[in-house]
């Protein structure tokens, strides 16, 4: 099972970008997906998570207040690959993203429920 995370880049306050994982050696839609971000010097927190698609192949979101109404995660069942849509970019949302998935129907915010983790990639919020 991998993971790999495309998307981060530098860009200004207000600016937008999509962060995607793609998932390979398994099939990503039975697997509960979150992404994470991690500040230097500061713990992994979670972001975003969506359910097992199952059979409907959607699944359900759950965010963490302060990307609420900012952040989309989604998942392309064809590419294979989730993704997280992230709008009105801040300074504090400055961080190394992570996706993760888990085999379990629910998922979770929480960093231990996941077992397979990607390498990361560093989005920068900046004037």
């Known amino acids: 099972l991998q993971l790999a995370e495309a998307g981060g880049g530098l860009v200004q306050p207000g600016e937008s970008l999509r962060l995607s994982c793609a998932a390979s050696g398994f099939t990503a839609r039975y697997y509960a997906v979150g992404w994470f971000r991690q500040a230097p010097g500061k713990e992994r927190e979670g972001i975003a998570c969506?359910?097992?698609?199952?059979?409907?192949?959607?699944?359900?979101?759950t965010y963490e207040d302060s990307v609420k109404g900012r952040f989309t995660i989604s998942r392309d069942n064809v590419k294979n690959t989730m993704y997280l849509q992230m709008d009105n970019l801040k300074p504090e949302d400055t961080a190394s993203y992570y996706c993760a998935v888990d085999p379990k129907y629910y998922c979770s915010l929480a960093p231990d429920r996941y077992e397979t983790w990607g390498q990361g990639t560093q989005v920068t919020v900046s004037s």
């Open positions: 969506l359910t097992s698609g199952g059979t409907s192949g959607v699944g359900t979101a």
